[in-house]
């Protein structure tokens, strides 16, 4: 719906109509004034410099005639601003007033620019700020199914596009349109004739310039759709770098990335040939215009019909000086058929329906008392067909720690998922104190959980600022007792920043155990009542394991917990052990139970006593 988008946009400028009013009101000014200036300079020309007598004669003429033309008129108080005693002195005044006219009309043309260029930042801030928070609130099923190189490109490109289309619309919209009526008012006003000629002619120009916007716009969003895919390239290969080193992938990738970089070139370029033939067929077009004007107006002169030199002089000026704004019309045009594009992306993204909602009227979950229960939850991925989870029962009370164990894929970190509601259930329930956790609020549900996974994540901030992330008001005291819970503050004084030590993009400064230390320490210092614990599978030296599993211990004491585990004294110390297969539940017991039962976990738990 093409309106739309101009509509949204208009919507979202609503508050600055102040600003906008205010502009406008500049713009209209600095129209007159630019028009006043063009006149005057004709008046200088003809009259002062060339024939001063007979412009003294026709205004003794004029001013005892009561049927001027509006042509006439108009030339009549302008002379009765500026004639004066001798043509010298008129040209003192002359040359006073087109000087208070130009800088007037530059005064008023910055007002407006100024005044426009805050709208147009304060609008790109706010739409920037729309987005991001539009993608914070989406869920993770759709950043599984987004490339993040594609929203990258569109909070960071398509809106510095929106701004460029914006910022030249702006400027140009407001201002130009009011010229071109006022000068096309005035051709006119001075020959009736001639201007109905040039108004033939100059809606051809307007024709092809609107087709080549078309076309413009066509290539623009093919560009944009390029440039998120070499993002995403490069944001793909730089961050599993190790993986193309290690697969000594270098040159596949580099000639994917030149592959790709050839098509954007072959685009741009070819978007470029179209931008830059626009100015050229306006500006030709324009020129025949002129010249056809040109011919047919110093006829009408040389044969005095009518028309005589001063407004022919005025004429010619007015209209070469049409031809600028109606340039810049069209080049308003192509800024906008690219903003357009951009625009288009941007409130796609913002569309997005937020498929994990909140109830209207959503619980606070002030406190954790006594039981989550699963209850014959069914589970599959949008992109994927089938079931990942079916018919799960399973209850995890207050105090308890509950261990799920299973082949690769079975869909333990799925279970693990849903409980803060990152992905919905298509069938069942979760309960947390008999209310299903759907009409929660997420913030507050999301509150009583720390979740620690396989893959620490990391900020490239201070390993104190890590570790007391969303939790800016943290002590450093409260810092300091969490790392030594976590076994973590013993290699943190190590580091001669300590805690003010800033961790490399995604924790590459760290080890492993590190990292997962540091991961413990961040949840002990939130210190929820539920904990929800992917154990890292990456295998740790003996010690460091060590220190990783007491720092486990001190954050699973007098907390519910759902493990998914891979170690063995985890799962053994655990209130209740659950074996998942293929998405379902095969046993629940204790270790002993689960032992003696000779089923999946007697053969996971064989296998692994005997690798250790
Ligand atoms: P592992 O021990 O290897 O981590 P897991 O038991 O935790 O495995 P899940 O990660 O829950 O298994 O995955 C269960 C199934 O769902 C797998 O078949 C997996 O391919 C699929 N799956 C996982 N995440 C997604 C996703 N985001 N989109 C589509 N399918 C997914």
């Given at each position: ?11 979202l ?26 006149w005057l ?19 003794m ?18 002379n ?6 001798t ?60 490339k ?6 569109i ?30 008012g ?11 000629i ?98 047919y ?37 192509l ?111 999301r509150?009583?959980?720390g ?38 503050l013993e ?23 590190q990292?997962?230390r ?25 010690e460091?394991?060590?220190k ?6 001190a ?28 998405g ?7 270790h ?21």
């Amino acid at each position: 719906m093409p309106d739309s988008i101009y509509k949204r946009m208009i919507k979202l400028m609503s508050p600055f109509w102040v600003y906008i009013i205010i502009s406008s009101f500049s713009a209209i000014i600095f129209v007159l004034l630019n028009s006043a200036s063009i006149w005057l300079t004709a008046t200088l020309i003809n009259n002062i410099l060339l024939d001063f007598d007979k412009i003294v004669k026709s205004q003794m003429e004029w001013l005892n005639n009561d049927a001027l033309t509006l042509n006439e008129k108009l030339k009549f108080y302008t002379n009765l601003i500026i004639l004066r005693e001798t043509p010298a002195e008129s040209l003192r005044v002359l040359c006073i007033i087109i000087l208070s006219v130009f800088f007037g009309k530059n005064i008023f043309l910055y007002i407006k620019n100024y005044l426009l260029r805050i709208v147009e930042l304060s609008l790109v801030r706010d739409i920037r700020n729309k987005l991001y928070a539009h993608i914070q609130s989406l869920s993770l099923g759709y950043f599984n199914r987004q490339k993040t190189g594609n929203l990258t490109s569109i909070v960071i490109n398509d809106v510095e596009h929106l701004q460029i289309a914006l910022g030249a619309t702006f400027q140009k919209l407001f201002v130009e349109p009011i010229n071109i009526i006022t000068f096309v008012g005035l051709l006119f006003i001075i020959s009736w004739k001639l201007a109905l000629i040039a108004l033939i002619i100059i809606p051809l120009a307007g024709i092809a310039v609107i087709g080549i916007g078309k076309s413009i716009r066509r290539k623009s969003r093919r560009t944009q759709k390029k440039v998120a895919d070499i993002m995403q390239i490069l944001s793909e290969t730089l961050s599993s770098i190790r993986i193309v080193k290690a697969f000594a992938n270098e040159n596949n990738e580099i000639i994917k990335f030149s592959k790709e970089s050839k098509n954007y070139f072959k685009l741009l370029l070819r978007r470029g040939r179209l931008d830059l033939l626009a100015g050229p067929i306006t500006e030709s077009f324009g020129v025949v215009i002129g010249v056809i004007l040109l011919w047919y107006g110093g006829t009408e002169v040389l044969m005095q019909r009518g028309l005589n030199p001063e407004d022919f002089i005025r004429f010619i000026l007015i209209l070469f000086s049409i031809l600028g704004p109606i340039k810049q019309m069209g080049n308003v045009n192509l800024r906008i058929q690219t903003g357009y594009a951009s625009a288009e992306r941007i409130f796609s993204l913002l569309d997005t329906p937020i498929d994990i909602t909140e109830n209207s009227n959503p619980i606070q979950l002030k406190s954790f008392n006594n039981y989550i229960e699963f209850k014959n939850l069914s589970f599959e991925y949008e992109e994927t067909e089938g079931l990942v989870l079916s018919n799960i029962n399973f209850k995890i009370n207050k105090g308890e720690v509950v261990a799920i164990v299973g082949p690769s894929g079975a869909g333990k970190s799925t279970i693990a998922d849903l409980i803060p509601r990152f992905y919905d259930p298509i069938d069942g329930e979760i309960l947390i104190d008999q209310e299903n956790i759907k009409k929660l609020s997420l913030v507050s549900l999301r509150k009583n959980m720390g979740i620690v996974t396989q893959d620490v994540i990391l900020f490239n901030d201070t390993i104190k600022n890590n570790i007391a992330y969303a939790q800016p008001k943290a002590t450093l005291e409260s810092i300091i007792n969490a790392c030594k819970a976590a076994n973590a503050l013993e290699f943190i004084e190590e580091i001669p920043e300590g805690f003010e030590a800033i961790i490399g993009e995604r924790g590459v400064k760290l080890s492993g155990g590190q990292k997962q230390r540091i991961a413990i320490a961040r949840a002990l210092l939130k210190n929820p009542p539920i904990l929800i614990l992917d154990e890292a599978t990456s295998s740790l030296d003996t010690e460091s394991e060590k220190k990783v599993q007491t720092a486990i211990e001190a954050l699973l004491k007098d907390r519910t917990a759902l493990i998914i585990a891979h170690r063995l004294s985890t799962v053994q110390s655990a209130n209740k052990i659950i074996t998942i297969e293929k998405g379902r539940i095969s046993e629940i017991g204790t270790h002993n139970e689960l032992y003696s039962n000779d089923g999946l976990y007697r053969k996971l738990y064989d296998i692994q006593f005997l690798k250790t």
